[in-house]
């Protein structure tokens, strides 16, 4: 089960659903409310509806499989370790790419945390755009120009701009995964990148810490868009090897000059 991000679509994953589709494993995604039809769609859209889709799909899968593993990208991570200890999980595993358990990467603003006070002026929440901008998450030269291109032909891969309101129902989201990662049950591997410019190894030291059994992988040529970027084969050389799954293609074409990343030993 695949979940993508804020504002994205499944392409937040990048080619993963094909990867494991070789290795034999059967992908299901979901479009999250409010996505892929414009911006302005998300007004008005709350963390439960989110969840609810998301536990509304997982429940849908698990009725149909013996073993269901849980994949969330950015938001998506939150949501998917958010549902997984909701639903007891324990039939397969949970794998978060970039959580962002805190927003406080490099390229977040100092005055970050005044959003809060704006969350509470009427009507700027819903109506005050949050942009996209340099590096869009991505270090890669290449595809950092590439998705620009996309964004100016106004392909729909991933939304411009969310409306404020709608990273207020983010930061409750974050809240809700701190409180929920000590109820995971199942082994949970976390992939992120230590340049990541959105959210900090924070987040990924706040999940070894508090789930029960957990791997992390540093990413070390990255930045948040870890399934897009330079080491994004390395990323999925790693939820393959959790899942136990071979790599068919391991250091073929797909990759982009990965350095190798760190790998921390699941904890226990």
Known sequence: MLIHGLGGTQYDLGALHKRLKRGGIGTHSLTLPGHALEPKALV????????????????????????????????????????????????????MLAPPVFIDGWSTPWYRAFRHVVYWVPF???NMKVEEGEPYGIKNT???????AKFRRGDNFHYQWVPLACIREV??????????????????L???????ELTTLRSADFIARE??????????????????DNDREQVAASVLDFLGVADAIAGGSESVSPRLGTVLGARR
């Open 124 to 126: 700027l929440p819903e």
């Open 211 to 228: 789930a029960p059994m957990v791997r992390v992988v540093i990413l070390e040529n990255s930045y948040h868009m870890i399934c897009i």
């Open 44 to 95: 008005g859209v709350r963390a439960e509806e989110w969840i609810d889709a998301v536990t509304a799909k997982y429940r849908e899968i698990a009725g149909q499989y013996e073993v269901v593993h849980v994949v969330g990208m950015c938001m998506g991570a939150l949501l998917a370790a958010i549902v997984c200890a909701r639903e007891a999980h324990t039939t397969g595993r949970l794998i």
């Open 142 to 148: 290449l595809v950092r120009h590439i998705v620009k």
């Open 190 to 196: 976390v992939v992120h990148a230590r340049e990541d």
């Open 171 to 188: 930061d409750r989201l974050r809240a809700l995964t701190r409180r929920s990662v000590r109820q995971i049950r199942c082994p949970v």
